[in-house]
């Protein structure tokens, strides 16, 4: 069989989930599966690939599709928790005594306090804390899951204390006899060579992603005003310029000076410190506010379950709370991610329970779970300790818990097909016929086509992998080398090549099927995923777009 064959074939998977998601508009529940199924068929009659690797591909996938599963848990429990106690309200309103324009409230909570969670836990995490809040202030369903995950692109790159840099790239290229004489060449350890490379995808982050609070606010106003307008979007250009500078500028001088463990922590904590006193001010914001239509004017598919107001506590039960009260639980919960990724003692306990399975069904895949050290399970501790926190009643908290399990049944399929799909997608390296695994061939494909313009394609092959396998740090362990050895052929600098292969990551993370169903699930906004990815697949372009012409013109500059 041809290599071009191979190529269309191995498409086959991304394309049958565009096909059923976009086009055919089939809900992820019913479109996952089948996705499953026929990348499982591709896999096992044309890739020959051994039923045992298919099985264990599959199992490692339902693991992993169990910790979203409990990431989504975590999150609806604190929600319905803070629902319950009386919070909500008393949040939405502090939000709104800073600004009542959804423009502003989008760039702070989305933005800002979304990139700040990233840079504490990853995991998909920002989505599924930051759309309730959304919610809670106002925002339709969809118009808050579509600005959660547009915010996953400049942030994720160094998202989870640096883990996609840190773990990422490093499982991608260590020990590696080509990696290592190059670096010997340069007189580089693989640390400091990977500290240049987060310095460059800051830069390009930054030059990207400072339009980012723009498009937010565009895509608010056209998506979801009473007139479809980019005009007023556009209104809100100062204040997104400034918010955009507030967290980049951080940012990127974070990852020249500390590393790649912090420039997204630092842009989230300092843009907060910085955007908020500004808002207080009233400096930079539109001179004319924008609001959504009337509640009763929003059309269905807009609507989630969190509109429909499950029966909260009566009022007269609800402790009185102040604004410090209703936030410490999302203080708590900053507190704790941040704690558990960076300070030893509490990450060492939380990583002591681990649960690891080798050589599965006699392969050489293998699970391992750290189920303490997940977010979720912060999350749920500080569901907990708000029930003392916010002094409430036991019949409030057992509602809240009540709450938080149904939705879960309902996006098992959904979550679990498109988890599934992507480790069986991924794990088509052993075959019988001795060809790379269907991304690798993909990958290869590209770089064939591309030459010597490739760093204009390279963000491509980043976002493959983020959008099958819903992870930057899974798209950097398979594609590093790759992207490596596809500059080092093509004497393009290396570290431009990875940097562009991080933001690539980054950008899939925005249309990633897991994300968006995990993001939905937790205001019961399902069966509209193809609508989302339909919406979001205009900033990923942007962001790939911009970041591959920067790529190109960069090229040109000597760095290894």
């Known amino acids: ?80 928790t803070l629902q319950a106690s009386g919070a909500l ?53 969809m118009a808050a899951v579509m600005a959660a995950l ?73 998506y979801f005003g009473a007139q479809r307008s980019l005009q007023a979007g556009w209104g809100a250009w100062r204040f997104a310029l400034f918010s955009g500078l507030a967290f980049i500028v951080p940012y990127t001088l974070a990852a020249v000076f500390l590393g790649p463990e912090f420039p997204t922590l630092m842009g989230g904590l ?19 506010a924008w609001h959504f239509p009337p509640r009763d004017h929003w059309p269905v598919q807009w609507q989630g379950r969190l509109e429909e107001s499950p029966a909260p506590v009566a009022a007269a039960e609800q402790p009185r709370l102040s604004p410090f009260q209703a936030w410490l639980p999302y203080g708590v919960v900053g507190g704790l ?30 699970i391992k779970t750290q189920p303490l050290y997940l977010p979720p399970t912060l999350l749920v501790v500080t569901a907990m300790l708000t029930y003392f926190l916010h002094g409430m009643k036991p019949a409030a908290w057992q ?55 490739w760093p204009l394609f390279a963000p491509m092959v980043g976002l493959i992998g983020a959008f099958v396998a819903g992870s930057v740090t899974v798209s950097n362990m398979m594609f590093s080398l790759f992207q490596f050895g596809v500059a080092e052929k ?17 950008a899939g993370n925005i249309v990633c099927v897991s994300n968006v169903v995990a993001a939905a699930a937790t205001v019961g906004l399902l069966g509209r995923e193809g609508v989302l990815i339909r919406r979001l697949s205009w900033p990923t372009l942007y962001y790939i777009g911009v970041a591959g012409v920067l790529g190109l013109w960069l090229r040109g500059l000597a760095w290894g």
Not at 3 to 21: D, E, G, K, Q, R
Not at 114 to 141: H, R, Y
Not at 419 to 424: H, Y
């Open 490 to 506: 093509l004497d393009l600098p290396t570290v431009l090549v990875l940097a562009l292969q991080c933001v690539g990551a980054s």
């Open 399 to 453: 509602q809240a818990l009540r709450q938080s399990l149904p939705i879960l049944v309902k996006v098992v399929a959904a979550l679990g097909g498109s988890v599934l799909m992507a480790r069986v997608f991924i794990n088509t390296g052993t075959n019988a016929l001795g060809l790379e695994s269907m991304p690798l061939t993909l990958a290869t494909g590209i770089a064939g086509i591309a030459g010597a313009t």
């Open 150 to 222: 547009i915010i996953q692109s400049t942030p994720s790159t160094f998202g989870a204390v640096g883990t996609p840099i840190v773990v990422g790239i490093t499982s991608g290229l260590q020990g590696v006899p080509m990696v290592q004489s190059y670096l010997a060449k340069l007189g580089l350890d693989l640390k400091v060579y990977l500290q240049q490379a987060g310095v460059v995808a800051a830069g390009i982050h930054g030059l990207v992603g400072l339009g980012i609070p723009l498009i937010l606010s565009l895509m608010l106003t056209y």
């Open 1 to 80: 069989m041809s290599t071009m064959i191979h190529f269309l074939v191995a498409a086959i998977p991304l394309l049958s989930v565009f096909v059923l998601l976009v086009v055919v508009r089939w809900p992820a529940g019913r479109a996952m599966p089948l996705a499953y199924g026929i990348t499982v068929v591709l896999a096992l009659v044309v890739w020959q690939v051994p039923w045992q690797w298919v099985a264990a591909s599959t199992i490692q996938g339902g693991v992993i599709a169990a910790e979203i599963l409990y990431i989504v848990f975590g999150a609806i429990l604190l929600l319905n």
């Open 337 to 366: 991610l941040l704690l558990s990724r960076v300070w030893t003692p509490l990450r060492g306990a939380l990583q002591s329970l681990t649960f690891t399975w080798s050589d599965m069904l006699g392969t050489s895949l293998a």
């Open 270 to 288: 300092v843009g907060l410190a910085v955007t908020i006193p500004v808002v207080q001010r009233g400096w930079f914001l539109p001179a004319t």
């Open 89 to 141: 309200p008393v949040i939405r309103q502090s939000l709104l005594s800073l600004s009542d324009d959804p423009r502003i409230q989008v760039m702070i909570i989305a933005w800002l306090f979304g990139g700040f969670i990233e840079g504490a836990s990853g995991f998909g995490t920002p989505a599924v804390i930051c759309v309730p809040l959304l919610v809670a202030v106002g925002f339709p369903a």
